[in-house]
């Protein structure tokens, strides 16, 4: 089972990236999948997340209006739109799955290994 992360790096406030999370080992398009991240002395916080087939979404309030989640379970991949970023989400972003239903708690069972996103002011 891996969950890889990928798509971080450095952009001005204001500027815009997009986070994949590439999955294999397991049966993807039954899995709900989350984003969460953890900036230096804070905890785990959650981003957003996506039921198996992207019927249902949630967003944490800070991500609303600029994050989006999508999936594309042909390709095993779940990917996180990251627009007018803001130096308050510099952060490692993880992404992570579970079977059932998406949760906007930690109770998920896969996690990937995170990408840094440093957002310069």
């Known amino acids: 089972v891996q969950l890889q992360a990928s798509g971080g790096g450095l952009v001005q406030a204001g500027g815009s990236l997009r986070l994949s999370c590439a999955a294999s080992?397991?049966?993807?398009?039954?899995?709900?999948v989350g984003w969460f991240r953890q900036a230096p002395g804070k905890e785990r916080e959650f981003v957003a997340a996506?039921?198996?087939?992207?019927?249902?979404?949630y967003y944490a309030d800070s991500a609303k209006g600029r994050f989006s989640i999508s999936r594309d379970n042909a390709k095993s991949t779940v990917y996180l739109q990251l627009n007018s970023l803001k130096p308050d989400d510099t952060a490692v972003y993880y992404c992570?799955?579970?079977?059932?239903?998406?949760?906007?708690?930690?109770?998920?069972?896969?996690w990937g290994q995170g990408t840094q996103v440093t957002v310069s002011s």
């Open positions: 992570a799955a579970r079977s059932g239903t998406a949760q906007i708690n930690t109770s998920y069972d896969y």
């Open positions: 080992g397991f049966t993807f398009s039954t899995y709900a």
């Open positions: 996506i039921n198996w087939n992207g019927m249902s979404i």
